[in-house]
């Protein structure tokens, strides 16, 4: 599995052959089959394997997070370990996969995003536990989102690194705001729970209402 990770990060899905990967791991190409059925599957159990390793070193660090700001830092940090290790090119050629229509590396590619998305929504959820936002806020659609946008991100980088950082600063801005609202004095709290509360009610309104259209006869 080493082997195929590491032919996944250099030689892409179109590199990684049984006869590659079974040459770098100094064993009979036979082996892959037998153990594991196609090489696409391998390479899914790889890449499980590596997410794994990633997300265990950072469990503590995420523990340690106290704001959204903080999140987004600790994002930076993980993406540059990430980039080192190769990872985020793996993660490149696993959605490359997914999008060719590979069914095992399409389940890998979910795979890290459910496992990322699990570490970042317990953070959000103990963040906002006592902002304004947290009645509003959907922690699990907001750590989806996070963890989308940073692996987006990741791909874009090799297209535009400036762009890509220029992004980065921009959700920083956004988690800086979040963290004055908590600031924000009792009275204020208060005033901005209300106005949330109402704009939440009302998009919960225009949704019924387009559902009810959507449900009628000829719509």
């Not at 250099?10 to 064993?27: F, L, P, T």
């Not at 690194?161 to 980065?168: K, T």
């Amino acid at each position: 599995m080493t082997a195929a990770a590491d032919t996944l990060r250099e030689e892409g899905v179109a590199g990684a052959s049984a006869r590659v990967i079974a040459a770098r791991a100094g064993v009979n190409q036979a082996l892959i089959f037998y153990h594991f059925g196609t090489v696409s599957q391998l390479l899914e159990a790889a890449s499980r394997q590596a997410v794994d390793a990633a997300v265990d070193y950072y469990r503590d660090r995420f523990a340690e997070v106290a704001s959204l700001s903080d999140l987004l830092r600790t994002g930076r940090e993980l993406h540059q370990r990430e980039r080192d290790a190769g990872n985020v090119a793996m993660m490149a050629q696993l959605m490359s996969g997914a999008a060719g229509r590979d069914p095992a590396l399409a389940s890998a590619a979910r795979y890290a995003m459910s496992a990322w998305t699990v570490e970042i929504e317990s953070v959000v959820q103990r963040v906002l536990c006592d902002s304004p936002l947290a009645e509003v806020a959907d922690s699990a659609g907001l750590a989806r989102a996070v963890s989308a946008s940073f692996i987006g991100l990741e791909l874009y980088e090799g297209v535009d690194p400036e762009g890509a950082v220029h992004a980065l600063d921009s959700l920083e801005q956004l988690a800086v705001l979040v963290d004055v609202v908590n600031d924000l004095g009792p009275i204020a709290r208060r005033a901005l729970r209300a106005k949330l509360n109402s704009s939440s009610s009302a998009r919960r309104a225009e949704l019924r209402s387009a559902i009810s259209v959507s449900d009628m006869p000829g719509a």
